[in-house]
């Protein structure tokens, strides 16, 4: 999927307040803003999902989304959490980047079939188009999420 094909316009869903927004993919880069909270629609920071909020965030979004299964007992997920902080200021806007918390999130854990953790999924309109599993330093991180997208 090209995003940024001219004259395209994308649905992008608000980190803070979970509202649709229509962005021209020409101004993914102006750092645009939410039209009902007035927010900055991209944070350089992974959105913290809630299992009610999952769905907007990722069936309807334009934008390939990166999801970060993860829970808070497990270690590896933690010392994975910076690498994936970083790789959000690197991939956004092109890229929204996710954390669901398997244990508060465990119907959307199920039907993702995650069995293990940390395990991370590229979404494409809900679609799963490609998924990897453990901790791995930044460049191979980037590196999996760009040749998947």
């Given at each position: 999927m090209d995003i940024e094909a001219p004259g395209r316009t994308l649905n992008v869903a608000c980190p803070h307040c979970?509202?649709?927004n229509r962005v021209p993919a020409h101004r993914l880069g102006d750092a645009p803003t939410c039209g009902t909270c007035s927010q900055p629609l991209f944070r350089g920071h992974p959105v913290e999902l809630a299992e009610a909020d999952f769905e907007r965030h990722v069936a309807r979004s334009d934008l390939p989304v990166v999801v970060d299964f993860w829970a808070p007992w497990c270690g590896p997920c933690r010392a994975m959490a910076p690498v994936f902080?970083?790789?959000a200021r690197e991939l956004?806007?092109?890229?929204r980047l996710v954390k669901l918390n398997t244990?508060?999130?465990q119907a959307i854990a199920a039907k993702f079939d995650i069995r293990g953790i940390p395990m991370f999924a590229i979404l494409?309109?809900?679609r799963e188009v490609a998924r990897i599993a453990g901790a791995?330093?930044?460049a191979?991180?980037?590196e999996w999420v760009r040749a998947n997208i």
């Open positions: 979970h509202t649709a902080e970083r790789a956004e806007p092109q890229v244990d508060e999130a494409e309109q809900g791995m330093n930044l191979r991180f980037v």
